[in-house]
């Protein structure tokens, strides 16, 4: 459920209008007139700009960035590009074409290359109108274009498989069947057509593209990863002479049981291939190389089929030929990093304490002695830091979150550890939003470990009244529940609606240590359960906790949670609302595609009696006998990781025991829902539902 990209993905949907658009926009939803503020409501959430960090200028004097925004009358979303003196603090609108566009490059000469609708574009960010450059017959993806400017690297669907029956039997046109022999025969939200994501690399002059080479040499493998792997997992080597992909080169089964992906360098004179990470058996991503081109780095996990093992910075030098992992030694893992400008530090992001901050790690000069690496966190406060987009001489810019503020593009000065604001596009918003107390608190676990939780209370909170509270579980389950911002599950807009909300760091989730984060493994019914109960069972100490009206909430292995809640509550919850939950193990075993997360997290199949707590003590179907409570199913209809009988099974069992409970079906939705109209159905029934039954 869990994917390194995952993380952001709940937040798409975007495109983006010109700034005169956006202020007129604005200035009409908030009648500029009333400075009285307000609650957050969904509305108003999906009129918030998203912004995204898209490049720095090689002079480091302009940062690129994209908004996307959201129309509600016709559905859709755009994005555009703007450019921020980092001098001046001027901003100007690079694009305002429809559509969406993505920086590939910053040239030195101030040309922004960005793609558009599957094409290369320039323009330059000083003067002058954007040009075309290239007019390829099929559309360009994951582009990456050489130092030297002479190459090109991107990928395409090609077909390699006849699954499909048009394919198979092309006698047949109107027929729709698909044949297959292996697993994968579906992932995330597609059923295998039988085309394969290959990296292609071709001669490349001002936009006109040479013969392509596909590098995998149609083989049955992907590269980028599917489904949510991108140019991150493309690299040039310094001179320009190879590529390196990432691509787990199985096939079938043996890819569905797998995370075994390996880092492949190309040479482009030899056309030979070198698999880099050989006996590297987890997920080997994110190729980079240090500024200087001496040495290559990346983000490595040791165990296959755990997708949510520790991430580690290995480092390789070329010139000693020795390979070290960097952050062994550290007790925590890695989102993402890039390297310092002057090649002696690396600077990575990871979960912090509830939080996401900034780490820095100095490189040891010689690597043959491997000592170890120092590493220290720079940056600490309520807020996340959700990536690094650059440095500029002693600063780092990058985006942040916190749970009432949507994404933003911040300096973070190394020398006097301060986060200053970069862009404020959603300030005029947010001016007129009420803001939310916001708190941590500790609970003693059941087996008296500390346990942190986020407390969000309601606009002009009062703690002399009392107030509905909810319990919201996180999904992964191995994924940190930071000050994170979604245009869903955003828990400034629930407690904005006059509730508290309490939101638990879990047994499972990083950012508390590798054992915290390990422990749900094979217990997902055990000990995370009782955290949840302990956290709710703690704040209802309060008085201002309304213990008659409690709720639980929760998406994926949160909606898990709130299935097994419903059994084992006791009361302590009036009502329930779970999104794409797993219900019952056998069959989610069954019908689920990524086989090996479900291996790793439940031992691995039911018919071996040795997994058999997975299937029974902790298989939320085998406590509906004790389910009381009204319940609120979502469930997405193009969801193959939570397949659709699993919400299905939850809903008829509630209905035949005669417990209230609803069922919002989404057909063309996937694990979340990314259709801005369908996300406000999902708001109005998710609200409608609480202030009907809680």
């Known amino acids: 459920m869990k994917k390194k990209s995952l993380i952001t993905l709940s937040i798409l949907l975007c495109a983006s209008a010109s700034i005169a658009q956006e202020n007129k926009e604005t200035k009409m939803v908030l009648n500029m007139e009333n400075t009285t503020k307000a609650p957050l409501d969904p509305q108003t959430l999906w009129k918030l700009g998203r912004v995204s960090g898209e490049g720095i200028s090689t002079d480091g004097k302009t940062l690129v960035y994209g908004v996307s925004n959201y129309a509600v009358e016709t559905n859709s979303s755009e994005k555009n590009l703007y450019t921020l003196s980092l001098e001046t603090g001027n901003t100007a609108p690079l694009t305002s074409e429809k559509g969406g566009e993505s920086v590939i490059q910053i040239t030195e000469n101030g040309d922004i290359i960005y793609l558009f609708k599957g094409q290369l574009w320039k323009k330059n960010r000083y003067k002058g109108e954007a040009i075309q450059l290239t007019h390829s017959e099929t559309d360009l993806e994951n582009v990456k274009l050489s130092p030297n400017g002479q190459y090109i690297l991107f990928s395409k669907a090609v077909l390699i498989k006849k699954y499909h029956s048009t394919d198979k039997y092309p006698d047949l046109p109107k027929s729709d069947a698909y044949v297959f022999d292996n697993l994968d025969y579906r992932h ?327 054992k915290w984060n390990e422990a749900i493994s094979k217990d997902w019914g055990g000990q995370p359960i009782r955290d949840y109960l302990s956290a709710i069972d703690d704040i209802s100490k309060e008085k201002y906790v309304d213990t008659a009206r409690r709720a639980a909430i929760g998406a994926s292995y949160g909606g898990y949670s709130v299935y097994m809640l419903a059994g084992v509550h006791e009361n302590r919850f009036k009502t329930l609302i779970a999104h794409n939950g797993l219900f019952d193990m056998r069959s989610w075993y069954g019908t689920t595609e990524e086989l090996f997360f479900a291996n790793h997290e439940l031992g691995g199949p039911y018919w071996d009696k040795a997994n058999a707590k997975s299937y029974t003590e902790f298989n939320p179907s085998e406590y509906v006998d004790k389910w009381n409570t009204p319940i609120l199913i979502f469930q997405g209809g193009h969801d193959y990781r939570v397949p659709i009988g699993q919400g299905l099974g939850a809903f008829q069992a509630a209905q035949l025991k005669k417990i209230k409970s609803r069922l919002v079906y989404l057909p063309d939705e996937n694990h979340w829902v990314l259709s801005g109209h369908n996300a406000q159905v999902w708001q109005r029934e998710f609200f409608g539902w609480l202030k009907e039954t809680l």
């Open 188 to 514: 995330w939200d597609t059923f295998n057509n039988g085309k394969f994501n290959h990296p292609f690399v071709a001669s490349y002059n001002n936009g006109k593209i040479g013969e392509a080479i596909d590098l995998l040499q149609d083989e049955p493998f992907y590269s980028p990863q599917m489904p949510f792997g991108g140019s991150e997992d493309f690299e040039w080597t310094p001179d320009s002479k190879a590529v390196l992909y990432v691509s787990k080169k199985r096939f079938g089964t043996e890819y569905a049981v797998s995370t075994n992906t390996d880092i492949y360098r190309y040479d482009l004179t030899s056309k030979q291939t070198t698999n880099l990470t050989e006996g590297m058996n987890g997920y080997d991503t994110n190729p980079t190389y240090s500024p200087d081109g001496t040495k290559l780095t990346w983000l490595s996990m040791k165990k296959d089929g755990y997708e949510a093992d520790k991430n580690d910075i290995i480092i390789f030098d070329k010139a000693s030929s020795q390979r070290l992992n960097l952050t062994a030694h550290w007790d925590g893992t890695v989102n993402s990093f890039i390297w310092s400008k002057d090649n002696r530090k690396i600077y990575f992001v990871a979960p912090s304490k509830g939080t996401v901050q900034l780490f820095e790690l100095t490189v040891p000069t010689n690597l043959k002695n491997k000592s170890l690496a120092s590493i220290k966190q720079i940056s600490e406060g309520n807020f996340d830091i959700t990536g690094i987009v650059g440095q500029v001489a002693n600063q780092l810019i990058v985006t942040s979150t916190k749970f009432t503020r949507a994404t933003e593009i911040y300096k973070y000065d190394l020398a006097n550890k301060t986060l200053t604001a970069l862009t404020t596009v959603n300030d005029k918003m947010y001016a007129h939003i009420s803001d939310n107390k916001i708190e941590s608190r500790i609970t003693k676990a059941s087996d008296g470990q500390d346990l942190f939780s986020w407390v969000i209370y309601p606009p002009d909170f009062d703690p002399t009244k009392k107030y509905p509270t909810i319990l919201y579980c996180e999904g992964g389950p191995q994924s940190a529940l930071t000050q994170f911002y979604s245009f869903r599950w955003n828990l400034q807009l629930i407690a904005s609606q006059g509730y508290i909300v309490i939101a638990p760091n879990r047994r499972g989730m990083p950012g508390w240590g590798v």
